[in-house]
Structure formats: structure tokens, C-alpha cells
């Protein structure tokens, strides 16, 4: 039985020297650099006035496509992996300007949420709202930036003047699937009146039927573009042409698996802290050194 002790003191002792010397490697440590799969985005956000309509719910209040656009980055920022780069983008009419080149989340993280709530409608500098020729745009600005920017163009679909047809962008340059990426698209499917808005960003009433371009293709007083709601099923087309996925914003856990997609990543050498590895296993001993004595009794019958 003394012998039995002696054992069990011996193996406490060491377990005690082994969660020391855990803990001093946790400390020392150096990040370790192993590829792992990372993800570089242009986030490009659509500022035609369409977008401010307040279709969207978030927590139990209204807000505005854009807004709707903005909460979803928000909080799909911190869920990317370190080493993971975001950089910020605007469209309007047929253009995007980019506003940040993708920088690495965890470095930047304040940084770009700043950057993040300075966008908003104030910054468009046309009504007009082109969104097929706007993605070919933002894929070639992702393809200046390099081979590994992918695009996520948040828009609702709704085209200003309308499209004649199903008529595809200017693609001369691009190749579909050449710089990967997701659409996804925001609003509601009940058509509602379009906000009108200063320069300042001042509201101005709603856009009237007489104010702005209808389609050609309907019967007079049957057209409804001073109406919007989310254009899917162009997005969906404009998508496939282009070789993008399409996803309806919705719950953040869903974009955040759309955005990570393996297919969407590539692996890149990144510093990785592994010190809590050791702080775990330091832990482990510590709690199996000073686990209680209880000794298990059994009667016998």
C-alpha cells in the first residue's frame, strides 16, 4: 500500500514539473507559420437609391437595404480568420471606385470599421444603376489588386435605367470565372416606393412613375421602375454569366459559410499562435494533479 503511495506522489510531482515547463513554452512561444486557407475581398456596396429603401429587419427594427448591408459586414468581420485581407468599394451607374484596398482584418479591424460606417448614399455620384456593368467593374479592379481577390457585391438587383432585354455587359476583357465571388442580394419581395434624397443626403420625397425611365417592353401605365424590390432572378443570371455564386442576405452564419467556402480561399503562410496549445495541456496536468482523493469503496454482499 506504501508502495502504491510512493507512486502516486512520484507521478503528482512530475505532472506538477510537467505543467511548469507547459507553461513556460506558452510564454516563449514564437507564432509558428503554417499555410492555412485565408480569404481576400473586395466588398463592394451599391449607393443607388434603391438601396436606402427600408425593407430589411435586423433585431426587431427597420432599416434600409444598405444599412442591412453594412450590419451583415459588420459582423461578418471578426468571424474571418487572421490573415484574412477586406478592402471597401462603392458602385454607382456603371462604375465601382474602390475606396480601401483589401488590408489584413486583425491588424485593421478598427480601421476598417471606420472606414465602413463613413459609407452611405452621400457618396453616389449618379441615380443611374447599371449592376451588370458595375460587378464586371469591381472584377477588374479585384484583378489589379491580385490573383486572389474575390468579390461581394451587395446590391438589390433593381437596374436604372431598365436593361433592354437580357443584355449582357461589356466582357471583351473577362473571362467568367476568372476572379471568384458572390452577389448577394438585399431587399424584400414586395415592391416599394424608392426615397429620394438630396445631395446632402436629405430626404425628398419618393421617385414618381413620370420621374423616372419605364420599361419599353410593357403596356403603358404598367411598368412599375419607380418601384423596388429585390431583383433576384437578374441576380441569379448576371451571377452564372459571370461565374459568381448568389446568396440572398439573410442570417450572418450564412454568409459567413459563403464567404469562407474553400472555394473561395487559397492557402496562404500564415503566423499562427499555438501557445495556447501548451497553456491547455499545462492546464490539463494541473487539474489531474489536484483532482480530489476519492477512494471508490465496494461492499460486498
Known amino acids: ?13 512530475h505532472a506538477l514539473a510537467g505543467a511548469v515547463l507547459l507553461l513556460a513554452l506558452a510564454l516563449a512561444l514564437p507564432p509558428i507559420t503554417l499555410e492555412r486557407p485565408r480569404v481576400t475581398y473586395l466588398v463592394t456596396f451599391d449607393l443607388t437609391q434603391s438601396m436606402d429603401v427600408e425593407d430589411m429587419v435586423r433585431d426587431g427594427r ?27 468599394a462603392i458602385f454607382a451607374d456603371y462604375r465601382t471606385l474602390p475606396l480601401m484596398l483589401p488590408v489584413e482584418v486583425c491588424s485593421h479591424y478598427e480601421d476598417l470599421l471606420a472606414a465602413l460606417d463613413a459609407i452611405d448614399g452621400r457618396m453616389r455620384w449618379a441615380n443611374a444603376s447599371n449592376i451588370a ?6 472584377i477588374r479592379t479585384a484583378r489589379n489588386v491580385d490573383e486572389g481577390t474575390r468579390v461581394l457585391f451587395f446590391t438589390d438587383g433593381h437596374e436604372a ?5 437580357n443584355t449582357p ?3 471583351g476583357d473577362i473571362t467568367a470565372g476568372e476572379v471568384g465571388g458572390l452577389l448577394i442580394g438585399v431587399g424584400g419581395e414586395l415592391p416599394q416606393p424608392i426615397p429620394k434624397t438630396t445631395r446632402e443626403g436629405q430626404p ?36 452564372k454569366l459571370l461565374g459568381f455564386g448568389y446568396r440572398r442576405l439573410g442570417s450572418d452564419t450564412a454568409l459567413v459559410e459563403a464567404v469562407l467556402d474553400p472555394a473561395l480561399a487559397r492557402k496562404q503562410p500564415t503566423p499562427t499562435d499555438l501557445r495556447w496549445v501548451a497553456a491547455l495541456a499545462a492546464l490539463g496536468l494541473l ?15
Open 1 to 13: 500500500m506504501l508502495g502504491g503511495q510512493l507512486r502516486a506522489l512520484w507521478r503528482r510531482e
Open 62 to 88: 427597420s432599416l434600409s437595404r444598405l444599412d442591412a448591408a453594412r450590419a451583415a459586414v459588420r459582423e461578418l468581420l471578426p468571424r474571418l480568420p487572421c490573415g484574412s485581407r477586406v478592402g471597401w
Open 133 to 138: 456593368k458595375g460587378v464586371t467593374w469591381s
Open 161 to 165: 435605367p431598365p436593361m433592354a432585354g
Open 169 to 171: 455587359p461589356p466582357m
Open 204 to 239: 425628398a420625397g419618393h421617385w414618381a412613375a413620370d420621374e423616372v425611365v419605364q420599361r419599353a417592353d410593357r403596356p403603358v401605365g404598367q411598368s412599375t421602375e419607380h418601384l423596388s424590390e429585390l431583383r433576384e432572378e437578374h441576380l441569379k443570371a448576371v451571377a
Open 287 to 301: 487539474a489531474w494533479r489536484h483532482r480530489p482523493a476519492w477512494p471508490l469503496r465496494l461492499g460486498r454482499r
